[in-house]
């Protein structure tokens, strides 16, 4: 299966107790980090592929801060495809690149992406990018994106799948903070998104 989400921010002190900007309300980034891994752990499994849309810590850039960031990454399950968020440096790829390793179904636990990718499913087709995108009026392709954390934008064609996203309440159920989305939660928030904006 593939899931989708974006703006972790482990270790990131500053959002951990933030309700405006983002929907944090922890006592410190440890506990927050421990609720993101928790959450999605029970949602994604080893064989599932996850695409991390950017802005996945904060931490020294340097080697003992992409270590500790890359010993949480390595807690997560399934195969994670980033792309690059603002807060990513491009040291932070070199050292994934550096120290990835294969899962057991012999593919690289990371796949990394600069600017992004484009997949598809359902008929639709799919631009992943860390930054929200103006794609115009196109009836098959939707951006999905992170970094306005508690924001969506006024477009039927950009869907926020950060873990801080307003767009969750476009499912039946609630989402658990951190838990990526499904490729079914993403229809389902693209059809209720568009009969919202036609009333």
């Known amino acids: 299966m593939l899931f989708f989400t974006a703006d972790t ?63 949480v ?21 070199k050292f994934l690149e550096k120290n990835n390793y294969l899962l057991a179904n012999g593919k690289e636990k990371f796949i990394l992406h600069d600017i992004g990718c484009i997949i598809k499913f359902n008929h639709y087709q799919f631009f992943l990018t860390h930054y929200p995108l103006l794609l115009g009026i196109s009836k098959n392709s939707i951006n999905l994106h ?29 989402v658990a903070f951190g838990a990526p989305f499904s490729t079914e939660d993403i229809l389902k928030i693209l059809e209720a998104k568009k009969y919202d904006f036609q009333k």
């Open 9 to 71: 921010h482990f270790f990131d002190e500053k959002l951990a107790h933030n309700m405006s900007f983002a929907q944090r309300d922890y006592l410190s980034a440890s506990e927050m980090n421990q609720d993101i891994i928790s959450h999605w752990n029970r949602t994604v499994s080893a064989k599932d592929v996850v695409y991390l849309l950017g802005d996945v810590g904060m931490v020294n850039s340097n080697k003992n801060g992409f270590t500790k960031l890359m010993k």
């Open 73 to 93: 990454l390595r807690l997560l399950n399934g195969q994670i495809h980033i792309v690059k968020g603002n807060h990513d440096t491009r040291a932070f790829f």
């Open 146 to 174: 992170g970094h306005v954390h508690n924001y969506s934008l006024n477009t039927t064609y950009n869907i926020n799948v950060g873990v801080d996203t307003p767009e969750s309440a476009y499912l039946d159920r609630k």
